[in-house]
C-alpha cells in the first residue's frame, strides 16, 4: 500500500517549456487535489476533482490543466511553463467527505528558469 | 465561506517546554476540524482531527479541543522534542453553494516549530 505517489521528485525546466506532473493513489479514493506551496503562502488549491470523470479549478488555475486518468491518476500539466510557477507541487487524494482524512504525496520540487 | 486564521510564527522552543499554536475558525455550523503537520522535505499527514463540537483529537502527545464558544482549535504539547519541528496547519473543509465540500479543505498559513536540545 503506497498510498500517494507523485511524479517526478524534481524538476528544472526552462521558460516556456511544457511537462505533466503525475499522481497516483492506491487507497480508492474518489477525490484529488493538486496544491502549490510558496514560502509564507500556506498551501493554495489548483484544481481538484471530485470523482472519475470529473475536475474544477480550485483557487489559483491559471496556467495549469488537468486530467482524471482514471479513479487512481490525476495528472497536472504546464504547457508554458513561466518563472511564477516555481514552487513544490502537492497531489492529495480522500474519500470525499468533510470529515475524512486528505493524504498527500511527497511532492514534486518544481523551478522555471 | 469557510475560514481559519492561524498563529503566526516561527516558533522557537526548547526541548520540553510548552507548545500552543493558536488557531480560529470561521464558519457555518459545526465542520470538522484538523491539525496537520509537515516535517522536512516530506508532504503534510493528519496529525489529529475532532469531528464535531466538544470533541479533543490527540496523537504523538499532542491535544487539540473543538471550541464552538471560542471558534478555537488551538494545539497543544505538553513537552516538546526536537523531532517535533516541522510546520503545522490548521484546517477545516471548504462547502459550495450547495453544501458539498468533496472533501476539500481550507488551510492556514502554517506555523514553523524550531525546537532546539
Known amino acids: 500500500n503506497a498510498g500517494v505517489t507523485q511524479t517526478p521528485k524534481f524538476q528544472v525546466l526552462k521558460t516556456g517549456q511544457s511537462m505533466t506532473l503525475q499522481c497516483a493513489q492506491d487507497m480508492n479514493h474518489n477525490s484529488m487535489y493538486w496544491y502549490r506551496q510558496d514560502p509564507g503562502m500556506g498551501l493554495r488549491l489548483i484544481y481538484y476533482s471530485a470523482s472519475e470523470g470529473t475536475t474544477d479549478k480550485g483557487e489559483v488555475p491559471n496556467g495549469y490543466n488537468v486530467s482524471r486518468l482514471n479513479k487512481r491518476e490525476f495528472s497536472l500539466r504546464l504547457e508554458s511553463a513561466a518563472p511564477s510557477q516555481t514552487s513544490v507541487y502537492f497531489c492529495?487524494?480522500?474519500?470525499?467527505?468533510?470529515?475524512?482524512?486528505?493524504?498527500f504525496g511527497p511532492g514534486t520540487r518544481l523551478t522555471v528558469l | 465561506g469557510n475560514s481559519v486564521t492561524q498563529m503566526e510564527g516561527p516558533v522557537t522552543l526548547s526541548e520540553e517546554a510548552f507548545l500552543t499554536i493558536n488557531c480560529t475558525y470561521t464558519?457555518?455550523?459545526?465542520?470538522?476540524l484538523f491539525w496537520y503537520v509537515q516535517y522536512p522535505g516530506e508532504g503534510l499527514q493528519l496529525l489529529l482531527k475532532?469531528?464535531?463540537?466538544?470533541d479533543k483529537g490527540s496523537n504523538k502527545g499532542f491535544e487539540a479541543t473543538y471550541r464552538k464558544e471560542t471558534t478555537s482549535f488551538h494545539l497543544e504539547k505538553g513537552s516538546v522534542q526536537v523531532s517535533d519541528s516541522a510546520v503545522y496547519f490548521c484546517?477545516?473543509?471548504?462547502?459550495?453553494?450547495?453544501?458539498?465540500?468533496?472533501?476539500?479543505?481550507?488551510f492556514g498559513q502554517g506555523t514553523i516549530l524550531t525546537v532546539h536540545p
Open positions: 475532532a469531528t464535531k463540537a466538544d
Open positions: 464558519a457555518t455550523g459545526y465542520p470538522s
Open positions: 484546517a477545516l473543509p471548504t462547502f459550495n453553494a450547495g453544501g458539498t465540500s468533496y472533501g476539500k479543505l481550507t
Open positions: 492529495a487524494s480522500t474519500s470525499g467527505w468533510s470529515t475524512d482524512t486528505q493524504y
